[in-house]
């Protein structure tokens, strides 16, 4: 008996010098004729979930966005002959920013203004005409009246069509000089889109094109963006709200958030809208809070973590965050039950990296998995030592 019990202990202690002190415990549970454990039951140290309230804070990463930003396209095709601003640079709404030259355009502004002047002219002509031919038609009509053998009715017939032929030479004539204006408006138009301006007031943050680039209108598919300007004097702080969340989180929710950029201070703020659907590949809901940004402070780009106090838990279920496994939404927890170590699935509300929140899948009498040796699998035999 007492040679069995000592080859027990000798192969128990070589797996504790490979596997460290949890497993040397299965030596003690070998070793002790009182213990309930098996032979070859590995053990584990266990402990059961805490229940309490708890006020759910999480911190979510949040990134600043520019409240409105802009890449700007000329509105004709031609040669960049200026550009005005430079990257950093603040601009005015409306201010002038870039240039385009269209060689051609001042010829057919030209063509189209010559046209103009024409159809005036003819205007002018068609009405002395029309006034001539009335002015024949009514004396031929008039003397037809009165003398009637003087003149014959063919000659007043002839009167009173070239009057109207006269006539529609003038709606002729009017007809082309408003066609004419229309199209000297649309070179004129054409020859304003030549000159960019910012849409907002902002600071320039990009440049892609110099003077001399081919510039192409914005819906053309080979177009370049000449500049790119951001509004910031207000920024959107982005943030994702994981669907755990989402029935606990909404606009007009308090929050507060730091930035590496200025260690030691802290902000709070409310958010100001969500998005009214979830992204489908993070299952997560994007919500934006709206951050005055007097002294240029927040920079488009800057990263921030978000404190989000969403809801106060009764009754919850903590464990240590060790002990859960899995990733994403697919977590769980190894419990001891009947001597076997088992898997269970769980929902997690929280998980601050040391603490985590349990929503569903666990009772505060289960037996959770915290440590043990690597050799325990899912299945086997183990002793549990309650933490």
């Known amino acids: ?78 040669y960049l002959s ?39 002219a003819e205007i002018r002509r068609s009405k ?52 004419a204006k229309a199209e000297l408006s649309r070179l004129r138009a054409v020859a304003g889109f ?42 959107r702080l982005v943030l994702q709200i994981p669907e755990s969340l989402v029935p606990h989180v909404g606009a007009d929710h308090e929050l507060s958030f730091t930035t590496d950029a200025f260690p030691g201070e802290s902000w709070t703020a409310r958010i100001s809208r969500v998005s009214g659907a979830m992204d489908p590949r993070t299952r997560s809901l994007r919500a934006e809070v709206d951050v005055v940004n007097d002294g240029g402070r927040f920079v ?3 990263s921030a973590d978000v404190t989000v106090t969403a809801t106060s838990v009764a009754g919850a279920l ?8 899995g990733t994403g939404e697919a977590r769980w927890v190894a419990i001891v039950e009947d001597e076997i170590m088992v898997k269970r699935e769980v929902t997690v509300l929280s998980d601050t990296g040391k603490v985590a929140i349990i929503k569903g899948g666990l009772s505060d009498k289960d037996a959770v998995v915290v440590a043990g040796s690597p050799l325990v699998e899912l299945g086997g035999r183990v002793a549990a030592r309650p933490q």
């Open 194 to 235: 030549a000159v960019v301006h910012a849409p907002f007031s902002g600071v320039v943050t990009m440049r892609y094109l110099d003077p001399g680039a081919l510039a192409r209108v914005g819906t053309s598919s080979n177009a370049q963006a000449i500049l790119e300007i951001q509004r910031v004097d207000s920024v």
């Open 300 to 302: 488009p780009g800057m």
């Open 128 to 179: 002395e005409s029309t006034q001539l031919a009335k002015l024949e038609k009514d004396r031929r009509e008039s003397l037809r009246k009165t003398e009637a053998g003087a003149i014959a009715q063919a000659d007043v017939d002839a009167a009173v069509a070239t009057h109207e032929l006269a006539q529609a030479e003038s709606e002729k004539a009017a007809a082309a000089k408003k066609s």
């Open 318 to 325: 903590t464990i240590p965050s060790s002990a859960l496994r």
């Open 1 to 78: 008996m007492t040679q069995r019990r000592m080859v027990s202990l000798r192969s128990c202690a070589t797996v504790g010098l490979l596997m460290g002190p949890l497993v040397l415990g299965c030596s003690r549970a070998q070793a002790d004729p009182e213990s309930d454990a098996q032979p070859d039951a590995l053990v584990v140290v266990t402990r059961a979930p805490e229940r309490g309230d708890y006020q759910l804070d999480l911190v979510l990463p949040g990134t600043f966005e520019p409240f409105e930003r802009a890449e700007l396209y000329t509105q004709v095709t031609g």
């Open 82 to 120: 200026s550009v005005e601003v430079e990257i950093g640079d603040t601009v005015k709404a409306g201010q002038i920013v870039a240039r385009v030259l269209v060689p051609e355009m001042r010829g057919e502004v030209q063509s189209a203004q010559a046209a103009l002047l024409a159809s005036q």
